[in-house]
């Protein structure tokens, strides 16, 4: 899954950045897994523990995911044979594209209204 979604954002970044689209995929598959990660870590630590998460909590965790990602696509060059093989959602181009932006959508509105 975050293959699939790593070369849709690589494909919307080849058109956006000037240089290294690989480099911004992986930042922006972070940015989505990091406030998946930070809203779910500060949900129970309202609902169990009555306390709200510091803003250090979310940013520590973003740089882990952002580290975790570094190693896993591109430092082990796991990035190349994604693109080569362009992977999709059950075969579908267009579902792909929804599921990858709908991520983000969804995302930004659990934030926006919680």
């Not at 250090?56 to 882990?64: F, R």
Request: aromatic fraction near 22%; include cysteine.
């Amino acid at each position: 899954m975050f293959e699939t979604m790593f070369y849709y954002y690589y494909l919307f970044d080849r058109k956006m950045a000037e240089r290294d689209p690989h480099i911004w995929a992986m930042l922006h598959l972070s940015l989505v897994e990091g406030l998946i990660l930070s809203y779910f870590v500060g949900s129970v630590l309202v609902k169990y523990y009555h306390i709200v998460a510091p803003t250090y909590i979310g940013v520590s965790m973003w740089c882990l995911v952002i580290l975790f990602n570094y190693l896993y696509f591109i430092k082990s060059d796991r990035y190349v044979e994604i693109i080569r093989t362009e992977p999709k959602f059950f075969g579908s181009h267009w579902l792909s594209v929804l599921i990858s932006l709908s991520s983000v959508v969804g995302i930004f509105l659990l934030y926006w209204f919680d």
